[in-house]
């Protein structure tokens, strides 16, 4: 059903907790998986501010730090793993890792560093859903419970 399954992260808490969930699938379906984090760059339109050489070359050790660390765990559970780190608008960078590596579906996490209490998924997510031409399977974090409509 799946061969090559993305798994986005921020370092997270909740991103790591979906990406258990993406090993899982991976472990399941005998499907490789690809880990990519994305530095937002200046460039992008996300940030207000310039990075400076020190600043960028510690975001880009702090991200290869998350992605070799989930690549260690999936293939400490038996599943092959790659990753990258990409810079530009998260949405757009995410659906591109997904394009790039033919990815069959994408696990992410509802929301992570940025996301604000209150919000059914954050806006990242929201646009990966919309706008990916792969499945998405957004995972709730284990600590957080749906809404009570009563």
């Known amino acids: 059903m799946y061969e090559t399954i993305l798994i986005p992260t921020d370092g997270s808490d909740h991103a790591r907790q ?26 992008s339109g996300v940030t207000v501010h310039e990075y400076d050489e020190g600043v960028r070359d510690d975001m880009e050790r702090t991200g290869e730090g998350y992605v070799d660390d989930l690549v260690s765990t999936a293939e400490g559970r038996d ?5 990258e780190v990409r810079h530009g608008a998260a949405h757009e960078e995410i659906i591109g890792a997904a394009d790039d590596h ?24 929201e646009r990966v859903v919309r706008l990916a031409s792969v499945s998405v399977l957004v995972a709730r974090p284990d600590d957080e419970s749906p809404p009570n409509d009563e």
Not at 105 to 119: F, Y
């Open 79 to 83: 599943v092959a793993a790659t990753g």
């Open 102 to 125: 033919a990815a069959d579906l994408i696990v992410m996490a509802t929301h992570g560093r940025t996301g604000l209490e209150g919000l059914v998924l954050g806006s990242t997510a």
């Open 18 to 43: 979906a990406a258990e969930r993406g090993f899982d699938l991976a472990s399941t379906y005998d499907a490789a998986v690809q880990i990519v984090h994305v530095i937002e760059d200046p460039d």
